[in-house]
């Protein structure tokens, strides 16, 4: 009975962090003025990697387990990077998703801050990196529970869930933009920079879309080979 009240926990951990702790550090960034931006980034990580932590106490995984979320990690930032000629289509989302699916919310949201994190040594680390780590992760958080759930089995559910991501990741990081460089943040100024947006978000959108078409059935079943051969992150 060890096992499962511990699985259970470490969920609820993730989503505690995930719903109540990141919002508050990404508030308390903006109320303070801190510049530090790269020691929030690096809170961020730590705090993502709360529920592996706690992973080690149910079932002691080997070093060879963290492997797979690393690749698909450091696939996340390399293909943002490789799509830099074309603004805002870019894999990154796709590819957390991907993974979410297969290893679960936790493994997703660890990849999409990890992947933030790392892309952005190609783009330059600045006060956007901890949202951007916020946004991927939540969409790799959300995917794996839906995922668990059976919601993303159908294509139709996998694509609509990808398109909305393009705009769920725009409108998180307008809140930095509306924080930082609107006067007396509102809902309608904030409302004005989701209008705004639009285009870039559904260019997002759409990079999500046409990567899960291509990438989700081969990828997904490589690991999930992966996982079952291994045993990684097994439930």
């Not at 932590?53 to 930032?77: F, G, H, S």
Request: one cysteine or more.
């Amino acid at each position: 009975m060890q096992k499962p009240s511990l699985k259970k926990y470490r969920t609820k951990a993730l989503f505690v962090l995930v719903c109540l702790l990141f919002p508050f550090c990404l508030w308390l960034f903006i109320k303070s003025g801190m510049e530090n931006y790269g020691l929030l980034s690096m809170v961020m990580v730590i705090l993502a990697m709360v529920p592996f932590l706690m992973l080690y106490e149910m079932k002691k995984p080997q070093a060879r387990e963290w492997i797979p979320l690393a690749v698909m990690a450091a696939i996340a930032a390399v293909g943002r990077a490789a799509f830099a000629f074309v603004p805002h289509f870019k894999p990154t989302s796709a590819i957390i998703i991907i993974t979410a699916m297969v290893f679960g919310p936790e493994a997703g949201f660890l990849t999409g801050a990890v992947a933030a994190l790392a892309s952005n040594l190609f783009f330059g680390q600045g006060p956007w990196t901890p949202w951007q780590m916020f946004a991927w992760g939540l969409i790799g958080f959300i995917a794996g529970l839906l995922s668990k759930k059976g919601l993303l089995k159908k294509k139709w559910q996998l694509i609509a869930f990808g398109a909305v991501c393009g705009y769920i990741y725009g409108w998180i990081l307008n809140i930095w933009s509306g924080a930082g460089f609107v006067y007396g943040l509102s809902w309608q100024s904030y409302l004005s920079l989701c209008v705004t947006s639009l285009l870039p978000d559904g260019i997002h959108s759409a990079a999500t879309v046409i990567f899960l078409l291509l990438l989700a059935d081969s990828w997904g079943a490589k690991l999930r080979r992966v996982k079952d051969k291994f045993g990684i992150l097994a439930n």
